[in-house]
């Protein structure tokens, strides 16, 4: 039973890992795109903006990767 629950718990750190670096990862670019000065100025609704797409894209990417995994677990024990 505690192996499972270590699993849980390695599974969320992932998730929250991928979600901040995809967050942080969108925040940094979105603030670095805007050369023009002020009209390419980000705003704070912009950068939240980023950050949640970020963050929604690495839980993706999380989800597809451990559906994954568990794929090839499945071939592999056949």
Known sequence: MIKKEENVQMKLIKLITKVGIGAGAAVI????????GAVGAIT????????????VAGAID???????EKREIKENSK
Not at 29 to 36: E, G, K, N, R, S
């Open 29 to 36: 670019a979105v603030t670095a795109l805007p050369i023009a």
């Open 44 to 55: 704070a609704t912009g950068a939240a903006v980023a950050a949640i797409v970020g963050g």
């Open 62 to 68: 999380q989800v597809n990767e451990e559906k994954k």
